[in-house]
Each structure stands twice: as structure tokens, then as C-alpha cells.
């Protein structure tokens, strides 16, 4: 029973490896996709799934009054509320929602619905993928929320309610504004993946169980070895 016991924890040990090797293998082809060089939004959107990681450019206009403030949002480590925005793009088709970067929590409803419209901007940041659940279907401008809690680009649920409360279609790819100094107060900047556990940790933690269990083990046969040594002197 014990030895079965070390061959189950040694098991998971190996297995929190294993999954170290993948993950480390998964993030530096992320990364890779990130050092290549930028492409233009309509490329990326001919092959949603192929650019996610990848740096890319569009131009269009700001659609500031569909602007939505997110309180958590799991894509960002850094702290901050993040404020996302449509981008209508120049010559039409799906717009493309812009995460434009952080404030300070205690100034996220100060901001909300406070801004106005300007004219074409360039954005260039980090590709995420935006789970949009078949063909999208426009909302109603009249249902918009626009403070969340939370908000997941990954998750089909989030993004249906945020197409719900927008009148006009979204692209598959949300994109993460680089820091260029061109937005006052939000402060942008994209980040580079990392492993959300430690799978060493994990592996370490495993092995040590492992251990602790074979010396109990050990320990146990060898006082009993000493009782019935005893026993059979007496």
C-alpha cells in the first residue's frame, strides 16, 4: 500500500514535469510570434487563429461612447482598471475592440462615459483572441453597461454580452495598445505570456511528499524490525 503510494506521488512529480517542458515549449513560440515584425489588421483578420500573439496596426476611429471600463481582467498583469474600446476601422468591415490600457481604479466610473469623439487614430499592440460564438450579432447602444468587474476575451459568454450592447459587429481579434504616450491618461502596454502555475513548484512539492512517505515507510519496517528482534531475544 505504501509503495503505492511513492509510485503515485513520483508519478505526479513526473507529470508536473512533463507539463513544465510543454508550457515552457508553448511560451517561447508565443514569444517568437511576438518578435516578428507587425502586420496590418486586415492580414491578421484573414487568419484569426493563426495571428493571436502576433504585433499588429489598424486605423480607424475611436467609437468613445460604446467604451466599456473592466475592473479584472485576466489578460493583464499590471494593476489598474482597463478601458476597452471599438475601433470602426477606415474602409469599413467588423470593428475591432481595443484594449487601450489602465487608470486607477478609484478613477474607472470618473471615466466612464466621459469622453468624446476625435478623429482617425493608429493602434498598434499585441493580438488577443476574441471569442465571438458564430456570427456575431449586433445589440442595442440602449443596454450598454459600461463598468464590468470582469471581462474575458477567451470566454464566449463575456464577449456575447458585449456584442449585445453593440450596434454594429466585432472582428475575432482584440488588440492590445502598446505604450506610444498618445492617450493621457491610459496608460498601455502589452504583455509578454507566462505560465499562469509553477509546474516546478508543483513537481518539487510532489517528490517531496514522495520522499517523506518512503522514509515514514522505511522508518516504520525498521522499528518493526527492532520490536521483533527484541521480542525474539527476550
Known amino acids: 500500500m505504501a509503495g503505492a503510494a511513492v509510485a503515485l506521488l513520483v508519478a505526479l512529480g513526473n507529470w508536473q ?78 470593428a475591432v475592440l481595443v484594449d487601450r490600457g489602465r487608470i486607477p481604479h478609484a478613477r474607472a466610473a470618473e471615466f466612464a462615459g466621459s469622453e468624446r469623439g476625435e478623429g482617425p487614430v493608429e493602434v498598434a499592440g499585441l493580438l488577443h483572441r476574441l471569442a465571438l460564438g458564430g456570427e456575431a450579432t449586433p445589440g442595442s447602444a440602449a443596454n450598454r453597461q459600461a463598468t464590468w468587474t470582469l471581462f474575458d476575451p477567451s470566454r464566449p459568454g463575456p464577449v456575447r454580452i458585449l456584442q449585445a450592447q453593440i450596434p454594429y459587429p466585432l472582428a475575432p481579434l482584440m488588440i492590445q495598445r502598446g505604450d506610444d504616450g ?53
Open 182 to 234: 498618445s492617450e493621457g491618461l491610459l496608460r498601455g502596454g502589452f504583455e509578454r505570456p507566462r505560465s499562469p502555475v509553477s509546474h516546478l513548484g508543483y513537481a518539487i512539492t510532489w517528490y517531496a511528499a514522495a520522499a517523506l512517505a518512503a522514509g515514514t515507510w522505511i522508518g516504520l519496517g525498521v522499528q518493526r524490525g527492532r520490536e521483533a528482534s527484541a521480542r525474539d531475544g527476550r
Open 17 to 94: 514535469l512533463r507539463r513544465l517542458h510543454w508550457r515552457e515549449a508553448d511560451l517561447a513560440a508565443a514569444n517568437a510570434l511576438i518578435d516578428l515584425p507587425p502586420v496590418g489588421i486586415d492580414e491578421a483578420l484573414a487568419a484569426p487563429d493563426a495571428y493571436r500573439f502576433r504585433r499588429a496596426r489598424a486605423t480607424g476611429v475611436y467609437d468613445r461612447a460604446a467604451s466599456i471600463v473592466v475592473l479584472r481582467a485576466p489578460w493583464s498583469r499590471r494593476a489598474g482598471a482597463r478601458v476597452l474600446t471599438p475601433l470602426r476601422r477606415v474602409g469599413g468591415g467588423p
